[in-house]
């Protein structure tokens, strides 16, 4: 079992910056692959990034390189995506997950935070 608890949600002004955290429980976290998933009022939700604990697969939205960057932290069951240059398009709620294997698919996705709230506005 896999618990996800998630924080950093937020109003930020368009250009502005947030950093989201997701802290895991579970003794299996470092062998999994994290992600990021988001989504907007009326919308589907959508892969935003995802990365193996070993770093060797890693992959971003492409709407968000150059923005967003994923980061985990294993030794304290965390991962964090560190937002930058925000738009009002990245307004949505945003889901961190954890998969066995390295996916940018919904369905691969077996534990899933609470979604944290990302408004995007000035």
């Known amino acids: 079992q896999v618990r996800l608890v998630e924080s950093g949600g937020g109003l930020v002004q368009p250009g502005g910056s947030l950093r989201l955290s997701c802290v895991a429980s579970g003794r299996t976290f470092s062998r999994r692959t994290m992600g990021w998933f988001r989504q907007a009022p009326g919308k589907e939700r959508e892969f935003v990034a995802a990365k193996t604990s070993s770093g060797d697969r890693l992959d971003y939205l492409e709407s968000v390189k150059g923005r967003f960057t994923i980061v985990r932290d294993d030794a304290e069951n965390t991962v964090f995506l560190s937002m930058n240059s925000l738009e009002p398009d990245d307004t949505a709620v945003y889901y961190c997950?954890?998969?066995?294997?390295?996916?940018?698919?919904?369905?691969?996705?077996?534990?899933w935070g609470q979604g944290s709230q990302v408004t995007v506005s000035s």
């Open positions: 997950a954890s998969a066995n294997y390295f996916s940018t698919q919904e369905r691969d996705y077996d534990y």
